[in-house]
């Protein structure tokens, strides 16, 4: 009888170890999020309409968090308009280009969690990089002849500064 007993006991002991061993509240090493800013496409589609220079530039975002606690994040973003004027007695039309490329790196630490939202505080280095270029073409009447003139006008610009604050985030599936 305690051979019997003593297999008993080694069988429970052996399945309360496998049972405890799969413990699903785990948070995981590694937790990857990607994302986009989709404000420019409703804009576009007049969902909503947010003041010219309050755009967020950072179309995609990256975030990747240490036991979904600690993180590190980056973020890039573009931008290019093309515009024509049209000038009266103007033989071609003002054309100006813009363009802008915005990078951010930082770093975040997710404080509260609940099922639905996460609350974090962040810190962020800053880079842009922009250039305006105009192209206008222009007639002068000097007797006998009609003389065109092109001029270009070219800038460029580099900002780079930093960032902090508090965020919000809604969970679409359940922690």
């Not at 049972?19 to 986009?36: R, Y």
């Not at 975002?61 to 000038?87: A, C, P």
């Not at 800053?126 to 065109?148: G, R």
Request: net charge positive.
């Amino acid at each position: 009888m305690p051979k019997r007993k003593a297999r008993l006991f080694a069988l429970l002991f052996c399945v309360s170890v496998t049972l405890s061993a799969q413990d699903t509240t785990k948070v995981p090493l590694l937790n990857h999020e990607i994302g986009i800013n989709a404000e420019t496409l409703l804009q576009q589609l007049r969902v909503f309409v947010t003041p010219a220079g309050m755009q967020q530039p950072y179309v995609v975002f990256y975030n990747l968090y240490f036991k979904d606690m600690v993180g590190v994040r980056g973020g890039i973003g573009m931008s290019s308009i093309k515009s024509e004027t049209d000038i009266d007695g103007q033989p071609k039309p003002r054309v100006n280009t813009q363009k802008e490329i915005h990078f951010r790196a930082g770093a975040s630490y997710n404080f509260v969690r609940t099922k639905k939202f996460t609350f974090n505080v962040f810190a962020d280095y800053l880079h842009s990089e922009a250039s305006s270029e105009t192209v206008n073409s222009f007639t002068l009447q000097t007797f006998p002849d009609v003389i065109s003139v092109t001029s270009e006008i070219t800038e460029k610009g580099t900002a780079y500064g930093g960032q902090a604050g508090i965020g919000v985030k809604w969970n679409m599936t359940k922690h």
